[in-house]
């Protein structure tokens, strides 16, 4: 049997254990492992322990647990609540505001913290019943906060573009700056939806009262913006203007951004003893769960280059006559549709390092491919029926709201991904011209 059969086997048998149920990092290494003995014999472990040390000398990586740790500190602090509340009642009497405000906290709690999950579900917790208890329909509910939630993937400092850049050998500095116009540009699409959607439809998208406001302006309104939203935009400006402008690196700028953190949870009374605590857990769990599943990628792609599995993939399709474009095209949707399936990561660390040699062979810009990647694995959260954003929200959502109402209130939120997705696709310079500007 020919190395380049054994390389497909490989990852076929991979893909029907994570079907089976099995973890991933557990079923990654193990598998890759014991096929890369059995076929290359013990030096194969050689190998690999050269691989996996290399990989965690990488000191971008380092930047993982710190932004986590960041992202926790300030869900457990309330600032997201307090944002949600000041900016709907700044917004005043302007229809759909809550809704808006959704929008806004979410974007601000991407570029603050980079974790979809706990954005997800602390939104959910916090402006779910707040917009169901004001009229908003639970469809256009749940659509605003499991889209919001998931900007987390597209805005800096995203989890996924620091996993993602050290896979396909992209700076994260410049995938950080190439994500910064399509999120954005996300961002104010979704917004323009809700204007729309309240202009159209003004009694499902009502305003806030006029007590609630009265109530707003006589306790210190000054002090209550000051600590939703000057607060957190100091911690965002620290930390992507000091990997923008140079002045540090990532995992310098996830350092400094920790301890803004800490500091803004002293500044708001809630730093404690036990907080720390049950943030330090969270932050081992999470990290450990994505270095353990690096650890089994690094064994996977070590196993599938060493049986030719790349050269086999790239001659074939250098081979079909598809030009770069049509490649490109192929590739996310095969992305998308595993998005169905399995988690974000799992598609970095299986799929990203098949296809990264092929986008290579092509020429094509590796930050534009890596910041179409990071927008598909977006739209592949918010996706029904697999949707991880809308399982996380349906986790906290009140018995009243239905699954159907999350799968019907999501679809104009994916519509607007993909039509954006589309959008970058035919003109790359929205990834890269911010990066080539700042690096020129």
Do not use: C, H
């Not at 380049?4 to 990654?28: Q, R």
């Not at 036990?274 to 064994?299: D, N, P």
């Not at 974000?344 to 534009?368: C, H, K, Q, R, S």
Request: net charge neutral.
């Amino acid at each position: 049997m020919s190395l380049e059969l054994l390389a497909i086997l490989l990852f076929l048998l991979i893909l029907a254990v994570l079907f089976s149920g099995y973890p991933v990092a557990f079923t990654l290494g193990g598998v890759s492992i014991l096929v890369g003995i059995a076929l290359l014999g013990i030096g194969y472990l050689d190998l690999l322990a050269l691989r996996i040390y290399g990989t965690m000398q990488n000191i971008v990586l380092l930047s993982v647990p710190l932004f986590i740790f960041m992202g926790v500190i300030l869900e457990k602090s309330g600032i997201a609540e307090d944002m949600l509340q000041t900016l709907t009642l700044m917004l005043g009497k302007l229809k759909g505001g809550l809704a808006l405000a959704v929008i806004v906290v979410g974007l601000l709690l991407a570029a603050s913290t980079g974790v979809v999950g706990a954005t997800v579900v602390t939104m959910g917790l916090i402006s779910l019943p707040a917009m169901l208890k004001r009229g908003y329909p639970a469809t256009l509910s749940t659509g605003v906060i499991a889209s919001a939630g998931t900007l987390g993937q597209i805005i800096p400092p995203s989890v996924v573009l620091i996993l993602l850049g050290s896979v396909i050998n992209v700076p994260v500095g410049d995938m950080f700056m190439g994500a910064v116009i399509p999120g954005l540009l996300l961002t104010f699409a979704y917004m323009l939806y809700v204007l729309i959607f309240a202009y159209l439809k003004p009694q499902s998208a009502p305003a806030a009262t006029d007590e609630e406001l009265a109530e707003f302006r006589t306790e210190g309104q000054g002090s209550r913006i000051f600590s939703a939203f000057i607060l957190p935009f100091l911690l965002i400006l620290t930390v992507l203007g000091s990997i923008f402008t140079g002045i540090a690196t990532p995992t310098e700028a996830a350092g400094i951004g920790a301890f803004t953190a800490i500091l803004m949870a002293l500044l708001r009374r809630k730093l404690s003893f036990k907080m720390l605590q049950e943030t330090a857990r969270t932050t081992t769990f999470l990290t450990s769960m994505v270095f353990m599943i690096l650890v089994g990628a690094s064994a996977f792609s070590l196993t599938f280059r060493e049986l030719k599995g790349d050269d086999m993939i790239v001659n074939a399709v250098t081979q079909s006559g598809l030009s770069a474009p049509m490649f490109v095209l192929v590739a996310m949707l095969g992305i998308f549709i595993a998005g169905f399936f399995i988690d974000f990561i799992e598609i970095i660390f299986i799929f990203v390092p098949i296809l990264t040699p092929i986008f290579a062979a092509y020429g094509l810009d590796l930050l534009w491919v890596g910041i179409l990647i990071t927008m598909n694995l977006q739209t592949s959260f918010l996706t029904p029926p697999f949707g991880f954003s809308l399982f996380y929200l349906k986790g906290v959502a009140p018995p009243s709201v239905k699954t159907s109402d999350l799968y019907k209130g999501i679809i104009p939120f994916l519509l607007i991904q993909i039509a954006l997705l589309a959008i970058v696709y035919f003109y790359p310079q929205i990834a890269t011209w911010l990066p080539n500007y700042l690096n020129s």
